[in-house]
């Protein structure tokens, strides 16, 4: 995991709350993050894992991956608030941290005039604390949060805030693949209908969802055996800026045809995402996660054989049963595939 990062402006308290409003700066921000959201579709999946790792950092209940929009503030990832997906926008939490460039930290919620009033606090959430750092895009403007939230009032341990901006990073790095590929491929997800995404011949994001559902309705008679592998793939916004959207999508292509090789007829590989592949595989290794993390690796090295230097994956396994639904068991492995590129950071 990284360690000794330094931020010294960044461990500074806050003084105060940023002036709520609509300014010339906050026009470009808004129309950056109107882009993010155009270009990066379904952006509400794919950043719970996120959350509940900002979450776990500070043994805190709650972590929530954020947009601020010109209304309302926008939950792309959440682990803790229920099946929130928007929030008002209102001064005080999320909506007053974006405007920063230091960690917003409120330790007694309750107590502070920037806060007390707010609906999460006076609310049945009760919250007491708060602390975030920005999700600052490419262009150096702040797109949103990372954040998390407690019930307790409690002081923010500098390490975890450390840690929060790295996986603050890596949220940026995901939204800058989604923005990247889902511009280079607009045409092709159009295309993504009927169970087969035509770029690279796989099965879609929607074949794979009837699958899970089809493994869990097997599971109500049967013990389906397996394990899920969640794939993410690193480098795709390099190719894309560097050398142009028709070498992404080549780049998307090796990547499946790779993997379609390096793992057997009977395991099926799906792309769930603008990054994101999936392998459904059998049982003999369900939980073999140095197995299934060599084939990908093998796969990856291909990849890079035809051109493709900038490429590599970050792998999470989960076994079927460790999940209480093969959906559980899915984001479990997306949980463990963040984890790994937290810790490599």
Request: glycine letters at 10%.
């Amino acid at each position: 995991m990284s360690q000794g990062l330094s931020f010294p402006a960044f461990l500074q308290p806050l003084a105060g709350a940023y002036p709520f409003g609509i300014t010339s700066t906050e026009g470009k921000r808004l129309d950056a993050v109107v882009r993010y959201a155009a270009d990066g579709a379904n952006l509400d999946d794919g950043f719970d894992p996120i959350a509940r790792l900002a979450a776990h950092l500070f043994d805190a209940p709650i972590g929530l991956c954020t947009l601020v929009e010109r209304d309302a503030i926008r939950v792309i990832g959440n682990f803790g608030l229920g099946g929130v997906r928007e929030l008002e926008r209102v001064p005080g939490f999320c909506a007053s941290a974006v405007g920063q460039h230091v960690p917003y930290i409120i330790e007694r919620a309750d107590q502070d005039s920037r806060t007390l009033a707010h609906a999460l606090v006076t609310g049945p959430e009760n919250i007491r604390f708060y602390a975030s750092v920005q999700l600052r895009g490419r262009t150096g403007v702040n797109l949103g949060t990372l954040c998390v939230m407690d019930r307790m009032s409690r002081h923010a341990d500098p390490q975890a805030l450390e840690l929060l901006a790295t996986l603050a990073a890596l949220a940026v790095d995901r939204l800058d693949a989604r923005s990247a590929s889902g511009a280079a491929t607009a045409s092709a997800r159009e295309e993504m209908k009927g169970g087969c995404d035509l770029l690279t011949g796989l099965p879609d994001r929607h074949a794979f969802e009837d699958e899970l559902e089809h493994l869990r309705d097997q599971a109500l008679t049967l013990n389906p055996q397996g394990a899920i592998v969640a794939i993410d793939i690193e480098g795709l916004t390099l190719v894309n800026e560097r050398r142009g959207r028709d070498a992404g999508d080549r780049l998307l292509r090796a990547t499946g045809d790779a993997l379609r090789g390096a793992f057997e007829q009977d395991e099926q590989v799906f792309r769930t995402g603008p990054s994101e592949f999936a392998v459904l595989t059998g049982s003999a290794w369900a939980g073999d996660f140095g197995r299934h993390k060599g084939r990908v690796d093998a796969a990856m090295h291909t990849v890079r054989l035809v051109g493709f230097h900038e490429a590599y994956a970050r792998v999470g396994v989960a076994s079927l049963d460790e999940g209480e639904t093969p959906r559980t068991s899915f984001r479990l492995a997306d949980w463990r595939m963040y984890a790994e590129k937290l810790d490599r950071r």
